[in-house]
């Protein structure tokens, strides 16, 4: 086990960050330029802690074949050891090395890689990714990011990234490089800064070690995009919460300290209303044209925003199709008690 920030001295390079990270305690926030990238991958040789922006939410990223580092991440994220990790992966190449991905899966990846699909597969001997990262599973999850740094990430490590969304376990995934900072920035070495991430939601997960493909975890893809394009219905785990091979499925997960109603049709005197639609008296509207993608862009940042001003948030009925599936599903679980 690592002591706490073992890269940190390597990591900081200059008075100011360093002046900035032993004043706050929080890691330093770099642009993701060409060099910060490259010093990230040094900092990940080194074992150490790089948040990264992808396309659907920022990952904590460590080397995936480094026991120790998975370790340390577990212990930074608070996360239960049971709950596996995705692999990020620079494409089918690097995947191959790490799982089978043939047949549906390989169909599936060579149109919706990159970007926020996330396949569970046999793994692969020759592996690189350690058990830890895997929590003693003889399956995998793989992501092929499409966003740039993240893609970039991996292909000047050279090799699979583990990351698991950069937020304290069971809290909200972060969108923007502060939030990273304001909920984990003292046990990371380095937050690569490349704005806000596009999709807002995390990948779509489907495990395609069965017959057929089972949708483990709502996501940034449309389920039903997927289904067409393979010409299957997709399984859906019937007991989610009994289920641990499910994707961090907790009934309680994605949780704001604020209590959550949800489909509420306007807002009560003692909550704020986080619309969706044309409604009225809304704080805050995950997208008042009713454009699911646009909601799931904003539902982590706005749902962080009212959560640090008020206890009580009503939220619109989100309809159950396309992305409002993966919306209600976090929702959901934001809501449990
Ligand atoms: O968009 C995303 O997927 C983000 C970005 C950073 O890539 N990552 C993310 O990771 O959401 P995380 O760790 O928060 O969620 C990954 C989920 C976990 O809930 C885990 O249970 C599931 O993937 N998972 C990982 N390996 C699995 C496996 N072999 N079988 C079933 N589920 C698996
Ligand atoms: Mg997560």
Same mark, same amino acid.
């Given at each position: 086990?690592?002591?706490?920030?073992?890269?940190?001295?390597?990591?900081?390079?200059?008075?100011?960050?360093?002046?900035?990270?032993?004043?706050?305690?929080?890691?330093?926030?770099? !642009?993701?330029?060409p060099?910060?990238?490259?010093?990230?991958?040094?900092?990940l040789r080194?074992?150490g802690?790089?948040?990264?922006?992808?396309?659907?939410?920022?990952?904590?990223?460590?080397?995936?074949?480094?026991?120790?580092?998975?370790?340390?991440?577990?212990?930074? !994220?608070g996360?239960?050891?049971?709950?596996?990790?995705?692999?990020?992966?620079?494409?089918?190449?690097?995947? !191959?090395?790490?799982?089978v991905l043939?047949?549906?899966?390989?169909?599936a990846?060579?149109?919706?890689w990159?970007?926020?699909?996330?396949?569970?597969?046999?793994?692969?001997?020759?592996?690189?990714?350690?058990?830890?990262?895997?929590?003693g @599973?003889?399956?995998?999850?793989?992501?092929?990011?499409?966003?740039?740094?993240?893609?970039?990430?991996?292909?000047?490590?050279?090799?699979?990234?583990?990351?698991p969304?950069?937020?304290?376990?069971?809290?909200?995934?972060?969108?923007?490089a502060?939030?990273?900072?304001?909920?984990?920035?003292?046990?990371?070495?380095?937050?690569?800064?490349?704005?806000?991430?596009?999709?807002?939601?995390?990948?779509?997960?489907?495990?395609?070690?069965?017959?057929?493909?089972?949708?483990?975890?709502?996501?940034?893809?449309?389920?039903?995009?997927?289904?067409?394009? @393979?010409?299957?219905?997709?399984?859906?785990?019937?007991?989610?919460?009994?289920?641990?091979?499910?994707?961090?499925?907790?009934?309680?997960?994605?949780?704001p300290n604020?209590? @959550?109603r949800?489909?509420?049709?306007?807002?009560?005197?003692?909550e704020?209303?986080?619309?969706?639609?044309?409604?009225?008296?809304?704080?805050?509207?995950?997208s008042?044209?009713?454009?699911?993608?646009?909601?799931?862009?904003?539902?982590?940042a706005? @749902?962080?925003?009212?959560?640090?001003?008020?206890?009580?948030?009503?939220?619109?009925?989100?309809?159950?199709?396309?992305?409002?599936?993966?919306?209600?599903?976090?929702?959901?679980?934001?809501?449990?008690?």
């Open positions: 086990m690592y002591a706490s920030r073992p890269c940190a001295q390597v990591a900081i390079d200059t008075a100011s960050r360093e002046a900035q990270a032993h004043e706050t305690m929080t890691a330093p926030v770099q !642009k993701a330029t060099d910060a990238i490259a010093e990230a991958a040094d900092i080194r074992g802690l790089v948040a990264v922006p992808t396309e659907t939410v920022y990952g904590l990223a460590v080397d995936a074949a480094n026991p120790d580092a998975v370790a340390r991440l577990y212990e930074v !994220k996360r239960p050891r049971f709950n596996p990790l995705i692999a990020h992966v620079n494409g089918p190449e690097m995947a !191959k090395r790490e799982a043939e047949g549906a899966a390989a169909f990846a060579g149109f919706y990159p970007g926020p699909l996330t396949l569970v597969l046999p793994a692969a001997p020759s592996g690189r990714v350690c058990d830890l990262a895997r929590a @599973l003889d399956t995998i999850a793989l992501r092929h990011p499409s966003h740039s740094v993240a893609h970039d990430l991996v292909t000047v490590f050279g090799g699979p990234l583990v990351a969304s950069a937020n304290p376990s069971g809290r909200i995934s972060p969108v923007t502060r939030d990273v900072a304001a909920d984990l920035g003292d046990g990371i070495d380095l937050i690569l800064d490349g704005g806000r991430c596009p999709v807002g939601i995390e990948s779509t997960i489907v495990s395609f070690v069965g017959d057929p493909p089972e949708l483990l975890r709502p996501g940034g893809l449309d389920p039903a995009a997927l289904e067409r394009f @393979l010409s299957v219905s997709l399984a859906r785990p019937g007991d989610e919460t009994a289920s641990p091979r499910a994707p961090g499925q907790l009934a309680r997960h994605y949780a604020a209590q @959550l949800l489909n509420a049709v306007s807002a009560q005197a003692d704020v209303l986080l619309g969706f639609g044309p409604v009225a008296g809304a704080s805050a509207n995950l008042p044209r009713g454009n699911l993608a646009e909601a799931a862009a904003n539902l982590f706005m @749902l962080r925003w009212l959560d640090g001003r008020h206890e009580r948030i009503a939220i619109s009925p989100i309809p159950q199709e396309g992305l409002g599936e993966a919306i209600n599903d976090r929702l959901r679980r934001a809501a449990a008690r």
